[in-house]
Protein backbone atom coordinates (compact mmCIF):
# COMPACT_ATOMS: atom_id res chain seq x y z
CA UNK A 1 0.00 0.00 0.00
CA UNK A 2 1.55 3.25 -1.35
CA UNK A 3 0.31 5.11 1.88
CA UNK A 4 2.41 3.11 4.41
CA UNK A 5 5.48 3.19 2.00
CA UNK A 6 8.86 4.77 3.79
CA UNK A 7 8.45 7.66 0.74
CA UNK A 8 5.28 8.47 1.87
CA UNK A 9 5.98 8.76 5.25
CA UNK A 10 8.68 10.69 4.40
CA UNK A 11 6.44 13.34 2.78
CA UNK A 12 4.21 13.75 5.92
CA UNK A 13 7.13 14.11 8.00
CA UNK A 14 8.27 17.10 5.50
CA UNK A 15 4.69 18.32 5.48
CA UNK A 16 4.26 18.13 9.14
CA UNK A 17 7.27 20.14 9.73
CA UNK A 18 6.92 22.68 7.24
CA UNK A 19 3.49 23.33 7.77
CA UNK A 20 2.28 22.40 10.95
CA UNK A 21 5.31 22.94 13.22
CA UNK A 22 7.45 25.73 11.21
CA UNK A 23 10.60 23.51 12.13
CA UNK A 24 13.29 24.43 9.75
CA UNK A 25 15.65 22.24 11.26
CA UNK A 26 13.98 19.09 10.92
CA UNK A 27 13.41 20.02 7.27
CA UNK A 28 17.22 20.85 6.90
CA UNK A 29 18.25 17.28 8.36
CA UNK A 30 15.79 15.85 5.88
CA UNK A 31 17.32 17.15 3.05
CA UNK A 32 20.56 16.10 1.27
CA UNK A 33 23.64 18.34 0.80
CA UNK A 34 22.91 18.71 -2.81
CA UNK A 35 19.03 19.41 -2.50
CA UNK A 36 17.43 21.27 -5.49
CA UNK A 37 14.38 23.23 -4.96
CA UNK A 38 12.27 24.86 -7.70
CA UNK A 39 8.96 26.83 -7.68
CA UNK A 40 8.88 28.17 -4.13
CA UNK A 41 6.12 31.21 -4.61
CA UNK A 42 8.32 32.54 -7.33
CA UNK A 43 12.08 32.19 -5.57
CA UNK A 44 15.35 31.43 -7.74
CA UNK A 45 15.79 27.83 -7.60
CA UNK A 46 18.47 26.51 -4.29
CA UNK A 47 20.84 24.10 -5.74
CA UNK A 48 22.33 22.86 -2.31
CA UNK A 49 21.29 22.54 1.16
CA UNK A 50 23.03 26.31 2.34
CA UNK A 51 20.66 28.32 -0.44
CA UNK A 52 17.57 25.94 0.44
CA UNK A 53 17.92 27.28 4.01
CA UNK A 54 17.87 30.49 2.80
CA UNK A 55 14.66 29.81 1.02
CA UNK A 56 13.17 28.02 4.72
CA UNK A 57 14.20 31.00 6.73
CA UNK A 58 12.26 33.44 4.96
CA UNK A 59 9.15 31.59 4.37
CA UNK A 60 8.56 29.73 7.76
CA UNK A 61 9.70 32.91 9.46
CA UNK A 62 6.58 34.75 7.48
CA UNK A 63 4.32 31.97 7.96
CA UNK A 64 2.05 34.06 10.41
CA UNK A 65 0.20 30.62 12.13
CA UNK A 66 0.30 26.44 11.46
CA UNK A 67 -1.34 25.47 8.24
CA UNK A 68 -3.82 22.11 8.02
CA UNK A 69 -3.10 20.10 5.33
CA UNK A 70 -4.39 17.58 3.09
CA UNK A 71 -2.94 14.90 0.58
CA UNK A 72 -4.66 14.09 -2.83
CA UNK A 73 -3.68 12.24 -5.64
CA UNK A 74 -0.24 10.83 -3.86
CA UNK A 75 1.62 8.99 -6.57
CA UNK A 76 5.19 7.16 -6.07
CA UNK A 77 8.07 5.51 -7.98
CA UNK A 78 11.50 3.80 -7.85
CA UNK A 79 13.95 5.19 -10.51
CA UNK A 80 16.86 3.66 -9.81
CA UNK A 81 18.39 1.95 -6.99
CA UNK A 82 17.81 4.35 -3.64
CA UNK A 83 16.11 6.57 -5.60
CA UNK A 84 12.04 7.24 -5.77
CA UNK A 85 9.96 10.01 -6.34
CA UNK A 86 6.60 10.98 -5.07
CA UNK A 87 4.07 13.36 -6.34
CA UNK A 88 0.76 14.08 -4.97
CA UNK A 89 -1.69 17.52 -4.76
CA UNK A 90 -1.02 19.28 -1.70
CA UNK A 91 -4.26 21.84 -0.23
CA UNK A 92 -3.39 24.09 2.91
CA UNK A 93 -6.22 25.20 5.57
CA UNK A 94 -6.57 27.53 7.82
CA UNK A 95 -9.01 27.00 10.54
CA UNK A 96 -11.56 29.67 10.84
CA UNK A 97 -14.29 29.51 13.61
CA UNK A 98 -14.47 25.88 13.32
CA UNK A 99 -14.68 26.27 9.20
CA UNK A 100 -11.89 24.97 6.86
CA UNK A 101 -10.78 28.05 4.39
CA UNK A 102 -8.58 27.17 1.94
CA UNK A 103 -5.18 29.02 1.57
CA UNK A 104 -2.99 27.03 -1.28
CA UNK A 105 -3.31 24.03 -3.83
CA UNK A 106 0.14 22.69 -4.80
CA UNK A 107 1.22 19.86 -6.81
CA UNK A 108 4.24 18.90 -4.88
CA UNK A 109 6.53 16.72 -6.64
CA UNK A 110 9.69 15.09 -3.83
CA UNK A 111 12.81 13.21 -4.59
CA UNK A 112 13.62 10.60 -2.21
CA UNK A 113 17.53 9.42 -1.77
CA UNK A 114 18.22 7.19 0.77
CA UNK A 115 21.76 7.59 2.25
CA UNK A 116 22.80 4.98 4.48
CA UNK A 117 20.00 3.82 6.71
CA UNK A 118 17.82 7.35 6.14
CA UNK A 119 15.86 8.61 3.63
CA UNK A 120 16.81 11.85 2.48
CA UNK A 121 14.67 14.78 0.23
CA UNK A 122 17.00 15.44 -2.92
CA UNK A 123 14.41 17.36 -5.30
CA UNK A 124 11.60 19.51 -4.20
CA UNK A 125 9.09 20.94 -7.88
CA UNK A 126 6.25 22.92 -6.21
CA UNK A 127 3.87 23.88 -8.98
CA UNK A 128 0.97 25.95 -7.79
CA UNK A 129 -2.94 24.73 -8.82
CA UNK A 130 -4.35 28.32 -8.72
CA UNK A 131 -7.79 28.00 -6.71
CA UNK A 132 -8.47 32.16 -6.59
CA UNK A 133 -11.65 31.74 -6.17
CA UNK A 134 -11.54 29.72 -2.63
CA UNK A 135 -8.01 31.45 -2.01
CA UNK A 136 -10.20 35.18 -2.23
CA UNK A 137 -12.72 33.50 0.17
CA UNK A 138 -10.06 32.50 3.07
CA UNK A 139 -8.13 36.15 2.80
CA UNK A 140 -11.64 37.53 3.00
CA UNK A 141 -12.29 35.54 6.23
CA UNK A 142 -8.75 36.05 7.80
CA UNK A 143 -8.69 39.95 7.19
CA UNK A 144 -12.59 41.34 7.00
CA UNK A 145 -11.93 44.98 7.31
CA UNK A 146 -10.10 45.04 3.77
CA UNK A 147 -8.04 48.09 5.59
CA UNK A 148 -4.43 46.82 4.88
CA UNK A 149 -3.09 47.91 1.77
CA UNK A 150 -1.07 44.76 1.00
CA UNK A 151 -4.36 42.90 1.29
CA UNK A 152 -6.20 45.02 -0.75
CA UNK A 153 -3.68 44.50 -3.83
CA UNK A 154 -3.97 40.80 -3.02
CA UNK A 155 -7.73 41.14 -2.94
CA UNK A 156 -7.25 42.71 -6.66
CA UNK A 157 -4.66 40.23 -7.82
CA UNK A 158 -6.66 37.10 -6.95
CA UNK A 159 -9.49 38.64 -8.66
CA UNK A 160 -7.81 39.59 -11.70
CA UNK A 161 -5.72 36.31 -12.19
CA UNK A 162 -8.85 34.49 -12.10
CA UNK A 163 -10.65 36.61 -14.97
CA UNK A 164 -10.17 36.43 -18.79
CA UNK A 165 -8.20 39.81 -19.92
CA UNK A 166 -10.49 40.82 -22.83
CA UNK A 167 -14.56 40.02 -21.31
CA UNK A 168 -13.96 40.05 -17.90
CA UNK A 169 -15.75 36.85 -17.43
CA UNK A 170 -13.85 33.81 -15.59
CA UNK A 171 -10.75 32.23 -17.32
CA UNK A 172 -10.66 28.28 -17.86
CA UNK A 173 -9.14 27.62 -15.43
CA UNK A 174 -11.24 29.21 -12.82
CA UNK A 175 -14.68 28.31 -14.52
CA UNK A 176 -13.46 24.88 -14.51
CA UNK A 177 -12.41 24.52 -10.87
CA UNK A 178 -15.89 26.35 -9.81
CA UNK A 179 -17.82 24.10 -12.14
CA UNK A 180 -15.99 20.91 -10.83
CA UNK A 181 -16.50 22.12 -7.40
CA UNK A 182 -20.77 22.54 -8.62
CA UNK A 183 -20.40 18.97 -9.32
CA UNK A 184 -19.16 17.53 -6.42
CA UNK A 185 -22.11 18.79 -4.93
CA UNK A 186 -24.34 17.11 -6.48
CA UNK A 187 -27.96 18.42 -8.23
CA UNK A 188 -29.55 19.23 -11.33
CA UNK A 189 -27.45 21.72 -13.48
CA UNK A 190 -26.83 22.89 -17.12
CA UNK A 191 -23.77 22.64 -18.97
CA UNK A 192 -24.19 25.15 -22.06
CA UNK A 193 -21.07 25.52 -25.00
CA UNK A 194 -21.47 28.78 -27.21
CA UNK A 195 -19.91 29.15 -30.58
CA UNK A 196 -19.97 32.41 -32.14
CA UNK A 197 -21.23 31.01 -36.06
CA UNK A 198 -18.92 32.67 -38.84
CA UNK A 199 -16.61 34.70 -36.45
CA UNK A 200 -13.46 34.58 -38.36
CA UNK A 201 -15.46 36.81 -41.11
CA UNK A 202 -15.73 39.84 -38.22
CA UNK A 203 -11.91 39.94 -38.09
CA UNK A 204 -11.38 39.20 -41.67
CA UNK A 205 -14.08 41.96 -43.03
CA UNK A 206 -13.56 44.34 -40.10
CA UNK A 207 -10.31 43.96 -38.49
CA UNK A 208 -9.54 42.32 -34.95
CA UNK A 209 -10.22 45.23 -33.01
CA UNK A 210 -13.72 44.91 -33.90
CA UNK A 211 -13.40 41.13 -33.62
CA UNK A 212 -12.46 41.79 -30.15
CA UNK A 213 -15.99 44.19 -29.55
CA UNK A 214 -17.59 41.30 -30.60
CA UNK A 215 -16.53 39.10 -27.63
CA UNK A 216 -17.08 41.75 -25.12
CA UNK A 217 -20.39 42.35 -26.39
CA UNK A 218 -21.40 38.96 -26.37
CA UNK A 219 -19.79 38.26 -22.79
CA UNK A 220 -21.83 41.04 -21.54
CA UNK A 221 -24.84 40.04 -22.90
CA UNK A 222 -24.42 36.96 -21.20
CA UNK A 223 -23.24 38.00 -17.85
CA UNK A 224 -26.66 40.23 -17.92
CA UNK A 225 -28.91 36.63 -18.50
CA UNK A 226 -27.80 34.67 -15.92
CA UNK A 227 -27.31 34.98 -11.96
CA UNK A 228 -24.25 36.01 -10.10
CA UNK A 229 -24.40 32.50 -8.83
CA UNK A 230 -24.03 30.63 -11.88
CA UNK A 231 -20.45 30.02 -13.60
CA UNK A 232 -19.44 32.08 -16.83
CA UNK A 233 -16.56 31.94 -18.61
CA UNK A 234 -14.79 32.43 -21.90
CA UNK A 235 -13.38 28.68 -22.82
CA UNK A 236 -10.85 30.30 -25.82
CA UNK A 237 -11.54 31.92 -29.02
CA UNK A 238 -15.27 32.82 -29.71
CA UNK A 239 -16.36 29.67 -27.81
CA UNK A 240 -17.94 30.34 -24.22
CA UNK A 241 -19.46 28.18 -21.24
CA UNK A 242 -22.21 28.65 -19.15
CA UNK A 243 -22.89 26.56 -16.15
CA UNK A 244 -26.34 27.04 -14.21
CA UNK A 245 -26.41 25.30 -10.82
CA UNK A 246 -28.74 24.89 -9.00
CA UNK A 247 -31.48 24.35 -12.46
CA UNK A 248 -34.81 23.25 -11.71
CA UNK A 249 -36.74 25.25 -15.15
CA UNK A 250 -35.39 24.02 -18.62
CA UNK A 251 -37.74 26.18 -20.28
CA UNK A 252 -36.51 29.16 -18.82
CA UNK A 253 -33.32 28.87 -19.75
CA UNK A 254 -34.27 28.42 -23.23
CA UNK A 255 -36.10 31.40 -23.61
CA UNK A 256 -33.07 33.37 -22.08
CA UNK A 257 -31.17 31.55 -25.00
CA UNK A 258 -33.75 32.93 -27.66
CA UNK A 259 -33.37 36.67 -26.46
CA UNK A 260 -29.98 36.46 -25.99
CA UNK A 261 -29.70 34.93 -30.07
CA UNK A 262 -32.41 37.74 -31.01
CA UNK A 263 -30.67 40.70 -29.32
CA UNK A 264 -27.27 39.49 -31.14
CA UNK A 265 -29.19 39.36 -34.88
CA UNK A 266 -30.02 42.78 -33.95
CA UNK A 267 -26.74 43.84 -32.98
CA UNK A 268 -25.06 41.80 -35.68
CA UNK A 269 -27.78 43.88 -38.40
CA UNK A 270 -26.56 47.09 -37.16
CA UNK A 271 -22.71 46.61 -36.28
CA UNK A 272 -21.62 44.30 -38.99
CA UNK A 273 -24.13 44.54 -41.92
CA UNK A 274 -21.54 43.05 -44.46
CA UNK A 275 -21.28 39.23 -43.16
CA UNK A 276 -23.74 36.65 -41.63
CA UNK A 277 -23.33 35.96 -37.99
CA UNK A 278 -25.28 33.49 -35.00
CA UNK A 279 -24.79 31.89 -32.22
CA UNK A 280 -25.07 28.53 -32.02
CA UNK A 281 -25.75 26.36 -28.35
CA UNK A 282 -25.24 23.14 -27.39
CA UNK A 283 -26.21 21.40 -23.83
CA UNK A 284 -27.04 19.02 -21.18
CA UNK A 285 -29.24 19.11 -18.63
CA UNK A 286 -28.88 16.44 -16.15
CA UNK A 287 -27.89 15.50 -12.31
CA UNK A 288 -25.10 12.94 -13.35
CA UNK A 289 -21.75 13.79 -11.97
CA UNK A 290 -19.44 13.69 -14.86
CA UNK A 291 -15.74 15.19 -14.69
CA UNK A 292 -15.54 18.52 -16.79
CA UNK A 293 -13.96 17.16 -19.82
CA UNK A 294 -16.63 14.40 -20.21
CA UNK A 295 -19.14 16.89 -20.17
CA UNK A 296 -17.51 19.29 -22.50
CA UNK A 297 -17.13 16.54 -25.07
CA UNK A 298 -20.15 16.02 -24.67
CA UNK A 299 -21.81 19.28 -25.16
CA UNK A 300 -19.29 20.08 -27.90
CA UNK A 301 -20.97 17.13 -30.41
CA UNK A 302 -24.59 18.66 -29.24
CA UNK A 303 -23.17 22.10 -30.52
CA UNK A 304 -22.07 20.61 -33.71
CA UNK A 305 -24.89 19.50 -34.86
CA UNK A 306 -26.68 22.40 -34.61
CA UNK A 307 -23.96 24.03 -36.72
CA UNK A 308 -24.54 21.34 -38.93
CA UNK A 309 -28.22 22.23 -39.81
CA UNK A 310 -27.22 25.60 -40.34
CA UNK A 311 -26.30 27.24 -37.08
CA UNK A 312 -28.00 30.32 -35.44
CA UNK A 313 -30.14 28.06 -32.53
CA UNK A 314 -29.53 25.76 -30.09
CA UNK A 315 -30.05 22.55 -28.42
CA UNK A 316 -30.19 21.42 -25.23
CA UNK A 317 -30.02 16.81 -24.45
CA UNK A 318 -31.51 15.56 -21.02
CA UNK A 319 -30.29 12.51 -19.29
Known sequence: MAEKSFVYETLLLFLDSYFICGDRETVLQMSTEDIYCIGVQGEAPAFNREEFDRLLRRHIAESSSAAVYEVNGYREKKISPGNWVCYSEIETYMDIDGEKLNLSWWGMTLGIQQVREEYKISLIHLSEMKNWAKRGEALRRLYPDGENPFIESLYRHL?????DSLTGLYNR??????????????????????DIDNFKAVNDVYGHLKGDIMLKYVADKIRKSFRDTDVIFRLGGDEFVVFIYPCKNRQAIEKKLEKIMEDYDRNIQEEFPHISSALSWGGVFSEKKRTFTELYQRVDKIMYQVKRRGGKGYLIEED
Open 173 to 194: QTGENLICQALDNGGEYIFLLM
Open 159 to 163: EESSR
